[in-house]
């Protein structure tokens, strides 16, 4: 059985008038790692998943910095504590920034070049669905 919960990663943005995220790296690793321990002390098998990519057309964050370039550190974070705990991943940003190397106009996938419309949600549940095969069952 598969037990479903979000956490969305509202510390990380940089809002204008500001030069850092709220949240460190590290600390949102740790709290990745405590998120972890207290599903699996409460018998649910976690699963991690990455935050879609910024799309390219997005606006620079409060730092004057494209954001996905901050998320992707983050991102990278999730990856290493999926990879450090054996946690199952979906890596959706990974999947985007593919995509967009192969030349998908990822806004096109986006309500605002962040939140993903009706296509961009149909690559997420695809790629969830190739993440974890017995999900779709």
Not at 20 to 34: G, H, I, Q, S
């Given at each position: 059985d598969y037990k479903v919960t979000g956490v969305q990663t509202c510390a990380l943005p940089i809002y204008p008038g500001r030069s850092?995220?709220?949240?460190?790296?590290?600390?949102?690793?740790?709290?990745?790692?405590?998120i972890v321990a207290a599903l699996r002390a409460a018998g649910v098998t976690p699963i991690?998943?990455?935050?879609?990519?910024?799309a390219q057309g997005a606006a620079p964050d409060g730092s004057g910095a494209h954001p996905d370039d901050r998320l992707g550190d983050y991102?990278?974070?999730c990856r290493?504590?999926?990879?450090?705990?054996?946690?199952?991943?979906?890596?959706h940003h990974a999947r985007w920034r593919a995509a967009a190397a192969d030349?998908?106009?990822?806004?096109?996938?986006?309500?605002?070049?962040?939140?993903?419309?009706?296509?961009?949600?149909r690559i997420m549940a695809d790629t969830i669905?190739?993440?974890?095969?017995d999900l779709g069952r």
């Open positions: 850092e995220p709220r949240l460190t790296r590290e600390a949102y690793a740790a709290n990745l790692e405590a991690l998943m990455t935050e879609p990519a910024w991102m990278k974070a290493d504590v999926a990879a450090r705990l054996d946690v199952p991943l979906v890596d030349g998908q106009d990822l806004g096109a996938w986006t309500t605002d070049q962040c939140h993903p419309n009706p296509p961009g949600h669905l190739e993440a974890l095969p």
